[in-house]
């Protein structure tokens, strides 16, 4: 794939990503631009890795994304336990009976009995605590792949936009780093658009006239 095409899939890959990410609190229908975003960025990682010859911007780059998803299956499991297992608790649904399930909601909560919405919402804090690790190690995996395309294309944007991507890695449990690693995807469509497909032409020095004979 030339080098060309591999930069604009990249770049448009990545600015879905970021639309998509701003979608989320929008309509769900946006979210699927990412990933055909994310299946974009992928195409133009192997690009680059073909062509500089360097399976490590490629590699690293699928471990994240991988560890992304397994984090955000983990979290919707568990999510899905924490509410079926509260639910099971308040009724008998032997009979599939749901009627029942707001009053007995506020019988708990007249009774002053909150044990089973504390329940919840550890579980709930559990699920993000085990989200944001994968979140932490799919960001050293973006870092390392970022590194070694900033090395390959000279474009340091790429390093910048993983130093951004560890961070918001780090501070993903408390919400800034969703923030953070939203602008380090702004950084590297940047980066994929800055890739130079044609080498500098080194500019001819002017010739000495010859010297003038005495």
Not at 183 to 204: D, E, G, H, N, Y
Request: with cysteine; glycine share 12%.
């Amino acid at each position: 794939m030339a080098l060309e095409t591999t930069k604009n899939l990249g770049g448009i890959g990545a600015i879905l990503i970021v639309i998509a990410a701003l979608g989320t609190f929008g309509t769900a229908y946006v979210g699927l631009l990412g990933l055909v975003g994310i299946i974009l960025v992928l195409i133009a990682v192997k690009g680059l890795a073909d062509h500089y010859n360097e399976g490590g911007i490629f590699n690293n780059a699928l471990y994240a994304i991988v560890m992304g998803i397994i984090g955000g299956l983990a979290f919707v499991g568990i999510a899905i336990y924490a509410v079926m297992t509260q639910i099971f608790s308040l009724l008998d649904l032997t009979e599939g009976d749901w009627s029942g399930l707001s009053a007995a909601i506020q019988e708990r909560i007249t009774s002053g009995d909150m044990s089973f919405i504390w329940d919840f919402v550890g579980t709930i804090i559990l699920a993000w605590v085990v989200f944001s690790i994968c979140i932490i190690v799919a960001a050293i995996f973006s870092r390392k792949s970022l590194n070694l395309a900033s090395a390959k294309t000279g474009v340091g944007m790429f390093g910048t936009a993983g130093i951004l991507m560890l961070i918001g890695g780090i501070l993903f449990i408390i919400f800034i780093g969703a923030i953070l690693i939203w602008v380090a995807w702004i950084l590297i469509a940047v980066a994929f658009f800055s890739i130079k497909t044609q080498p500098t032409q080194p500019q001819a020095s002017p010739q000495q006239p010859p010297p003038t004979p005495v």
